[in-house]
């Protein structure tokens, strides 16, 4: 799904989360190499994520799957943007938002 490109604090979900129900979190880290804007890293795909059991409340961490921008990429990942529905096994992780750099959209297919 076209949109912005997110950063660390973007809050993310996975569905089904590791219990079942769905479970929230945020992207904490973003690995080199990086691109930027707005002085910020803008995440790609392989980016941690804290996530949260939303049974147990036990906080566990989670790599952004493999697909998402399909024609902006860092070192062969791709960029995550606010929107994208992303396969990263368990389930399926939902990239909430808010925008790193709202300005800029990227209109690439995942």
Not at 15 to 38: E, H, L, W
Not at 78 to 102: F, N
């Amino acid at each position: 799904m076209p949109g912005p490109p997110v950063s660390i604090g973007c809050a993310v979900m996975l569905s089904p989360g590791a219990a079942g129900p769905p479970d929230m979190g945020m992207i904490v880290t973003v690995f080199p190499p990086v691109i930027t804007a707005n002085g910020l890293p803008l995440a790609t795909t392989g980016s941690l994520c804290q996530m949260i059991n939303s049974l147990s409340g036990i906080p566990y961490p989670m790599l952004i799957g493999p697909i998402a921008s399909s024609g902006v990429t860092v070192s062969g990942r791709s960029l995550v943007r606010m929107g994208d529905l992303i396969p990263t096994p368990p389930g399926i992780m939902t990239i909430l938002g808010p925008p790193a750099a709202p300005f800029i959209n990227d209109q690439w297919p995942p």
